[in-house]
């Protein structure tokens, strides 16, 4: 992530970054396009995403982010299962 960011700032280049992890993609990028199944279903500023996300799929993936007050000994949460449904079923279609 250094040479990404270091590489950004000395030739001014935007980078496009796609991951799962929103916790990473909200540190690094300004803005975030979350994409569901292929649909874009939310398009946010990286510093708000807590405050303004609507969609369920992207309050989901917020909700897998640690922060300073989770429980440790316990397994981080898991995107919930209807979202990985939907993809099966139009797979299956």
Do not use: W
């Not at 980078?15 to 916790?23: G, K, T, W």
């Amino acid at each position: 992530m250094g040479v990404l960011r270091r590489a950004q700032r000395e030739t001014g280049a935007a980078i496009i970054f796609i991951s799962h992890d929103i916790a990473l993609v909200s540190a690094f990028c300004d803005r975030l396009v979350v994409m569901k199944d292929g649909q874009i279903v939310e398009a946010l500023n990286a510093e708000r995403i807590r405050q303004d996300a609507t969609h369920p799929y992207t309050r989901a993936l917020i909700a897998c982010m640690p922060d300073m007050n989770s429980d440790r000994t316990r397994p981080l949460p898991m995107i919930p299962p209807e979202f990985a449904a939907d993809a099966a079923d139009e797979v299956s279609a």
